[in-house]
């Protein structure tokens, strides 16, 4: 029987691991080849942000879940504690007596293998099957299998392919800076995304397909309008603009529902609606979008804050708050009396800005007769007394 095993932290995992291990699989036709995430990985620290074992453990699943000759192994996750690579080989060994193992690497492990604890011991139970990880990695890879060979009688088993590009460190870079979904694995980035793992941000095309699939059509030329403003009074003020467009996509994305389903919303996430709120759907949306965004896409305080008062405004708003409630009133689809000298003054003066988009809002309440929320009078007596 022929075992193949490739591990590492696979942290996340990206379609460059996927690829290796396909290639193992080609080049030894293994009975079994194993998938293994480390619980603790002994020769590196796991970068901040990075998720608990276990999660790691299913990103890893799903990034193989198109590859049904691959088996992905909890045996690490299970024994706990460090995870050496020198137990997990005799475990093997051990469950499988006589069993042809080898230990699939990249070049990086091979030349720091003899640091590995227990590196002898390794080379004793398996064979080693290395794979070059950049261009001219074959002189090196074969220097050191020759010297392994003769000072330790290593079985070594040289993979000759295409060098393997993209390192996990170089995924997470681009998951906190909105990019990777088209690199990632579709489930594998999702599932990022939604627990926020990495301190990843959703990158904002990925984001607007998704979430303009809850809309209207007839709502997608506002919420884009918003967005962009969004983005361009964050570059005014100094927010985040990748956030300030993050929220602009979320912020209508329950405003379709019925009073019915924004319930049954409210229900699922343990809201309670006021009497204002039950009696105006206009005002429920804001709130129930605001946690639909953080179970779907796992949005932050700040950015689920801006959506959860996108409408009626509070007393001391964020900064952010203060961007997305204008950006809402003032996105180029808008058209009402008032609405440029708003425009101007929310670049200007973002706090005048509020004002008058406030006052603005509460004539527009009376005028229909409808009594005004209590968190935008709040909002209005807040900033209209010695905050401009």
């Known amino acids: 029987m022929r075992i193949a095993v490739y591990g590492g932290s696979f942290n996340p995992p990206h379609p460059a691991h996927v690829r290796a291990a396909r290639l193992a699989y080609e080049a030894l036709q293994p009975d079994k080849l194993l998938i293994i995430p480390a619980a603790d990985p002994p020769?590196?620290?796991?970068?901040?942000?990075?998720?608990?074992?276990?999660?790691?453990?299913?990103?890893?699943?799903?990034?193989?879940?198109?590859?049904?000759?691959?088996?992905?192994s909890d045996m690490e996750l299970v024994r706990g504690g460090e995870s050496y690579t020198s137990d997990t080989v005799a475990e093997l060994a051990a469950e499988y007596p006589g069993a042809e193992i080898f230990f699939v690497i990249g070049t990086d492990m091979l030349t720091s293998f003899e640091r590995w604890h227990n590196f002898r011991d390794i080379l004793a139970l398996s064979a080693l099957a290395v794979l070059p990880r950049d261009e001219g990695d074959m002189p090196e890879i074969e220097r050191c299998s020759r010297r392994f060979e003769e000072l330790y009688g290593a079985r070594i088993r040289v993979i000759d392919v295409a060098p393997l590009p993209m390192s996990s460190s170089?995924?997470?870079?681009?998951?906190?800076?909105?990019?990777?979904?088209d690199v990632l694995d579709g489930e594998v980035y999702a599932r990022i995304i939604r627990v926020r793992d990495y301190g990843a941000k959703p990158q904002l095309d990925w984001l607007r397909e998704r979430a303009y699939a809850y809309l209207k059509p007839s709502?997608?030329?506002?919420?884009?309008?918003?967005?962009?403003?969004?983005?361009?009074?964050?570059?005014?003020?100094?927010?985040?603009?990748?956030?300030?467009?993050?929220?602009?996509?979320?912020?209508?994305?329950?405003?379709?529902?019925?009073m019915d389903e924004q319930l049954i919303l409210a229900e699922k996430y343990g809201i309670v609606f006021d009497k204002f709120e039950r009696e105006n759907i206009k005002l429920t949306h804001a709130i129930?979008?605001?946690?639909?965004?953080?179970d779907l896409f796992g949005v932050p305080d700040r950015?689920?804050?801006?959506?959860?008062?996108?409408?009626?405004?509070?007393?001391?708003?964020?900064?952010?708050?203060?961007?997305?409630?204008?950006?809402?009133?003032?996105?180029?689809?808008?058209?009402?009396?008032?609405?440029?000298?708003?425009?101007?003054?929310?670049?200007?003066?973002?706090?005048?800005?509020?004002?008058?988009?406030?006052?603005?809002?509460?004539?527009?309440?009376?005028?229909?007769?409808?009594e005004p929320h209590g968190a935008t009078v709040s909002a209005l007596e807040w900033y209209g007394k010695d905050k401009v």
């Open 43 to 72: 020769h590196k620290q796991l970068a901040e942000g990075s998720p608990d074992p276990q999660e790691r453990f299913e990103l890893t699943r799903i990034a193989f879940r198109g590859f049904p000759e691959a088996e992905v």
């Open 219 to 258: 709502r997608v030329p506002h919420v884009a309008g918003c967005e962009q403003e969004a983005a361009s009074l964050a570059r005014r003020w100094g927010e985040d603009p990748g956030d300030a467009a993050e929220a602009g996509i979320l912020h209508d994305i329950t405003k379709k529902l019925s």
């Open 170 to 181: 170089e995924m997470r870079e681009l998951l906190v800076s909105r990019r990777g979904a």
């Open 303 to 370: 950015i689920y804050s801006a959506i959860r008062w996108h409408t009626t405004g509070r007393a001391d708003m964020t900064l952010l708050e203060k961007i997305i409630y204008l950006a809402d009133y003032i996105e180029p689809t808008r058209d009402f009396d008032g609405v440029e000298r708003l425009r101007k003054l929310a670049y200007e003066n973002i706090d005048s800005a509020m004002v008058l988009g406030l006052e603005m809002s509460l004539e527009e309440l009376r005028q229909n007769g409808i």
């Open 288 to 294: 129930t979008g605001a946690a639909l965004s953080r």
